[in-house]
Nanobody
Framework: QVQLVESGGGLVQAGDSLRLSCVASGRTRFYDIGWFRQAPGEERKFVAVLRWADGGTKYADSVKGRFTVSRDNAKNTVYLQMNSLTPEDTAVYYC??????????????????WGQGTQVTISS
């Protein structure tokens, strides 16, 4: 089973950028790596996903055009580049892994491994 460790969160101002990292241990060749976020009092929501095998990506409408997910094969790391941040992006961000699947990638319950989360706070 893949194990994940996120980093890169912090406190920034609206309009700034942050890059989150998700280091995966284990073989990720046929895995989907998803990013989710959870704001206080809200359910965990899908942000983006990367299919490791071909680098294909999908995004939630709320972040499309602002966030970019990418991978570094040599470092076994997936990145979430977040630009033009707004206070509405404030949340704990999690990366998650699942064996490549046809199941809806936005379903958090379809992922089998989760990182510990990293806090992202955007001030106005």
């Amino acid at each position: 089973q893949v194990q994940l460790v996120e980093s890169g969160g912090g406190l920034v101002q609206a309009g700034d950028s942050l890059r989150l990292s998700c280091v995966a241990s284990g073989r990720t060749r046929f895995y989907d790596i998803g990013w989710f976020r959870q704001a206080p009092g809200e359910e965990r929501k899908f942000v983006a996903v990367l299919r490791w095998a071909d680098g294909g990506t999908k995004y939630a409408d709320s972040v499309k055009g602002r966030f970019t997910v990418s991978r570094d094969n040599a470092k076994n790391t997936v990145y979430l580049q977040m630009n033009s941040l707004t206070p509405e992006d404030t949340a704990v961000y999690y990366c998650a892994a699942r064996v490549q699947s046809l199941v809806d990638y936005s379903l958090s319950r379809s992922y089998e491994s989760w990182g510990q989360g990293t806090q992202v706070t955007i001030s106005s």
